[in-house]
């Protein structure tokens, strides 16, 4: 079975802190990769995504990274706010299988 | 970015009812809409993929009979599902693409069966 895991499950940080989430998967043929944000009760955000022959994307504060060879993928947000403060999401196109998510709380 | 809506947002039915769901590309053509479940705190679980004008495909462990799916235009999917037990109960998102990989989400309709 394909999995795609996201660690950790749950993060709370204080504001300002820089952290990284991280995505793995089992089957490392990657098409692509793509990260979305989930407030409560809403629908997805797309966040970055990250194209099977790029290593990284940028936007604003947040950088993802792809590593194929080892399946993982990270997102780093820098200076986090509380409105950062939502469910990550991390999904391979491949199959549009998508991780659990990671539940991220920024306190001010 | 484009808009996907979802009506209602939220419904409360009785157990033995049938429930329909519809997702609207609002600004743009959907030619694929994609159907998923999401329980409390846990992920998003793909259930089918609609093509405009053909039968959906559903995902191992979907039942077609109970969760079904028409896509009879190229803005309007809709997910009725049959019977609806407690165990339907769940929180449904659906997306049109955009090729190759774009994707834009509704906001989700939350089910709930007593």
């Known amino acids: 079975k394909q999995e795609v895991t996201q660690i950790p499950a749950a993060l709370s940080v204080p504001e300002g802190e820089n952290l990284v989430l991280n995505c793995s998967f089992t089957?490392?043929?990657?098409?692509?990769l793509q990260w979305f944000r989930q407030d409560p009760g809403k629908g997805l955000t797309s966040l970055l995504l990250?194209?099977?022959?790029?290593r990284e994307q940028t936007s604003g504060r947040l950088n993802a990274s792809l590593d194929k060879s080892s399946g993982r993928s990270t997102l780093y947000i820098a200076a986090s706010q509380p409105g950062d403060s939502a469910t990550y999401l991390c999904?391979?196109?491949?199959?549009?299988?998508f991780g659990a998510g990671t539940r991220l709380t920024v306190k001010p | 970015g484009a808009v996907v809506s979802q009506h209602p947002s939220r419904v409360i039915c009785k157990s033995g009812t049938s429930v329909k769901i519809e997702c609207r590309s609002l600004d743009f053509q959907a030619t694929t809409m994609f159907w998923y479940r999401q329980f409390p705190k846990k992920s998003l679980m793909l259930m089918a993929t609609s093509n405009e004008g053909s039968k959906a495909t559903y995902e191992q462990g979907v039942e077609k009979d109970k969760f079904l799916i028409n896509h009879a235009s190229l803005t309007l999917s809709t997910l009725t599902v049959t019977s609806a037990h407690p165990e339907d109960s769940s929180f449904y998102i659906c997306s049109g693409r955009v090729p190759p990989d774009t994707q834009y989400f509704g906001p989700g309709t939350r089910l709930t069966v007593l």
């Open positions: 089957d490392s043929a990657i098409y692509n």
């Open positions: 999904r391979r196109n491949n199959d549009m299988r």
């Open positions: 990250i194209q099977s022959s790029q």
